[in-house]
């Protein structure tokens, strides 16, 4: 089993920055990918910001040009640095990861969330 532990949620002003940080561990032989992912109340989860093991990104609209996703490959940890943040960003992240397992199973697996709470 893969456990995604999140961290680095919290409280901020509008405008202003957060980095949340989710570090993987388990039997993982590789990734495919990781991502963030969040989800509002009475809403669908949706990606925010993904990246492959080529280091291809996709990122939301929404957050094109603010939020940065990177990954440390040594360490299995991603990272969502978010810029600017608005008020509208605030909800629930989740941390996804998608790989194999050592003895060739695959996995996908999410973190348990961590809060992103944006004052106007």
């Known amino acids: 089993q893969v456990q995604l532990v999140e961290s680095g949620g919290g409280l901020v002003q509008a405008g202003g920055s957060l980095r949340l940080s989710c570090a993987a561990s388990g039997r993982i032989f590789s990734f495919n990918a990781m991502g963030w992912y969040r989800q509002a109340p009475g809403k669908q989860r949706e990606l925010v910001a993904r990246i492959t093991s080529g280091g291809s990104t996709d990122y939301a609209d929404s957050v094109k040009g603010r939020f940065t996703i990177s990954r440390d490959n040594a360490k299995n940890t991603v990272y969502l640095q978010m810029n600017s943040l608005k008020p509208e960003d605030t909800t629930v992240y989740y941390c996804?990861?998608?790989?194999?397992?050592?003895?060739?199973?695959?996995?996908?697996?999410w973190g348990q969330g961590t809060q992103v709470t944006v004052s106007s």
């Open positions: 996804n990861a998608a790989g194999w397992y050592d003895n060739g199973r695959a996995f996908i697996s």
